[in-house]
């Protein structure tokens, strides 16, 4: 077999506040190998988003480690973590994070401009917002496209630097069930097709079921879901 794309290893993190420490995340082991489908489910505060941020090396363990390929990333540079992580992660958040100024067209290409993946670019990108149904909407500023179109237009900002993983947290968080689905259907379908590794952190059951294999955090650890 392949070796894992990101790997974590009893990775542990907490936080300083007023009140004293709080210890987010305990002993945490994730391997994450090309292609496969992951989903994270726990309570609102249980470190979801601390765990992926520490995944795309955003935020670094106090303990443990975290390995992309064969590399721990503890001792790289940000700039050098920054150039892999364009080609290796994509992300998808909850507020979609699109740059206001610009039109969906604008903002895809900018995700491939970051990731030096300027070949091609406004083709592909154009290519990319007509798979996700927006061929009609690559003029339109993100105000005027719903939230439903909105993370169509962040998901494909995400894939379009041809990503190995994608991390997505909560996809799906703020938009109605229906516009939910077709968005996590649409998400799950890229994915597999382009044999792209999802994580995926959610709320909602039956996303986290579809998943190769569901986990839970809880008290800092992650569980087997079912
Ligand atoms: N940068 C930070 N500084 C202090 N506390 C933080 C920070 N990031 C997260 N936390 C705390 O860590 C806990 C987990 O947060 P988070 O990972 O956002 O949870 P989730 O995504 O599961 O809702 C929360 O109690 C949160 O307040
Ligand atoms: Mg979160």
Redesign the pocket.
């Known amino acids: 077999m392949s070796e894992p794309l990101i790997e974590a290893r009893e990775v542990s993190r907490q936080?300083e506040?007023v009140e004293g420490s709080?210890k987010?995340l305990q002993g945490v082991d994730l391997c994450i190998n090309p292609g496969n489908t992951i989903s994270i489910q726990?309570e609102?505060?249980?470190?979801?988003?601390?765990l992926l941020n520490i995944l795309a090396g955003l935020d670094r363990p106090d303990g443990g480690s975290v390995v992309w390929g064969s590399s721990d990333i503890a001792n790289q540079s940000s700039s050098k973590l920054a150039r892999i992580r364009a080609s290796l992660i994509g992300m998808v958040f909850q507020s979609y994070y699109l740059v206001p100024e610009l039109r969906a067209l604008e903002n895809v290409m900018l995700g491939g401009r970051i990731s030096g993946m300027n070949t091609d670019l406004k083709e592909r990108s154009k290519a990319l917002l007509e798979k996700v149904g927006l061929g009609e909407r690559m003029a339109s500023l993100p105000a005027t496209l719903s939230g439903g179109e909105r993370q169509r237009v962040a998901i494909a900002r995400a894939l379009i630097s041809e990503p190995k993983v994608l991390l997505a947290d909560e996809p799906t968080g703020n938009l109605d069930e229906a516009t939910g689905d077709s968005v996590m259907g649409m998400l799950q379908a890229l994915c597999v097709d382009a044999n792209v590794a999802l994580v995926l952190v959610t709320h909602n059951t039956n996303y986290a079921a579809r998943m190769d294999s569901a986990w839970i955090l809880r008290q800092g650890v992650l569980e087997k879901g079912s």
């Open positions: 936080f506040s709080i987010v726990g609102s505060g249980s470190g979801k988003s601390t």
